[in-house]
């Protein structure tokens, strides 16, 4: 039973993450409060966070999950006004999601904003593609 009442840490489940913090004052908080030390690799609403500079490569979720977007909307014949709406609600409102918790590197933001031209104009190397009708 403890000394105090209310709510207590559990050991087992509590860790301790370190920035910028040498090896001897490390040793010293572990050694006084018992947590044990674990690397900086948390993954918040589906967005890996780190404390480090972020790689393109971390971003990957989210432009797999606007090409899967993208590929379900081919096949809808929709008004090039009905197209910018996807975009602007859906697509960008991810990357802005994102944003909001993320810094985004250029090369992600380009591929992005590549992907949804290449997806209102029609075609992959994002010409125009516009049909008349007689």
């Known amino acids: ?17 370190y920035g910028g913090v040498s090896q001897e004052v490390k040793s010293q908080i572990g050694t006084l409060i018992g947590y044990s030390e674990e690397q900086f690799s948390i993954r918040y609403l589906g ?21 899967a ?30 944003c909001s918790a993320l810094l985004l590197p250029k090369v992600v933001a380009k ?8 997806y209102f104009w029609g075609t992959p190397s994002g010409q125009r593609k516009m049909t008349f009708q007689s």
């Not at 039973?1 to 993450?17: E, F, Q, R, V």
């Open 1 to 17: 039973m403890h000394a105090s009442s209310g709510p207590h840490d559990n050991l087992s489940k509590t860790s301790i993450y």
């Open 47 to 67: 967005i890996t966070m780190n404390p480090g500079r972020l790689a393109p490569g971390m971003f990957q979720a989210m432009v797999d999950k606007i090409q």
């Open 69 to 98: 977007s993208i590929k379900h909307w081919t096949g809808n014949l929709l008004s090039y006004a009905g197209k910018m709406q996807l975009i602007n609600s859906v697509l960008f409102g991810l990357e802005n999601f994102w």
């Open 111 to 118: 591929l992005v904003n590549k992907l949804c031209k290449n």
